[in-house]
Nanobody
Framework: QVQLVESGGGLVQPGESLRLSCAAT????????MGWYRQAPGKQRELVAS???????DYADSVKGRFFISRDNVVNMMYLQMNSLKPEDTAVYYC????????WGQGTQVTVSS
C-alpha cells in the first residue's frame, strides 16, 4: 500500500490559482501511474489528471489547459497546479494510484467563490 496525504487546498476567487501537493509514503510510488481526483457535493468522484512514472500526462477535458500535474519520484511527491480556477472546480481533491486499488486519503478542499 501507498499512504497518501493531500494538502494545499483553500478558498480562492474565480481566476486565481492553487497548487495542491500529494505526499506519498510506502513502497512503489515511483512505479505507479498516479492521478488527481475530485468529488464535488452530490457528485461522483472523477479523475481530473493522471501521470505515468515517466511523466506522461493526461487530463479531463474540463481542466485541460488550466491544470498541470507533475511528480517528483525522488521525494515521493505529486503536484497539481490549478490555474484560472472556476466555481465548478469546487470539490474535495484526492490523489491516488490510478489503476490499482489503494486506500483514499482525506483529501483537500478547494473552494472557488467570489
Amino acid at each position: 500500500q501507498v499512504q497518501l496525504v493531500e494538502s494545499g487546498g483553500g478558498l480562492v476567487q474565480p481566476g486565481e490559482s492553487l497548487r495542491l501537493s500529494c505526499a506519498a509514503t510506502g513502497s512503489g510510488f515511483r512505479l505507479y501511474v498516479m492521478g488527481w481526483y475530485r468529488q464535488a457535493p452530490g457528485k461522483q468522484r472523477e479523475l481530473v489528471a493522471s501521470i505515468t512514472r515517466s511523466a506522461l500526462t493526461d487530463y479531463a477535458d474540463s481542466v485541460k489547459g488550466r491544470f498541470f500535474i507533475s511528480r517528483d519520484n525522488v521525494v515521493n511527491m505529486m503536484y497539481l497546479q490549478m490555474n484560472s480556477l472556476k466555481p465548478e472546480d469546487t470539490a474535495v481533491y484526492y490523489c491516488n494510484i490510478r489503476d490499482v486499488p489503494n486506500p483514499w486519503g482525506q483529501g483537500t478542499q478547494v473552494t472557488v467563490s467570489s
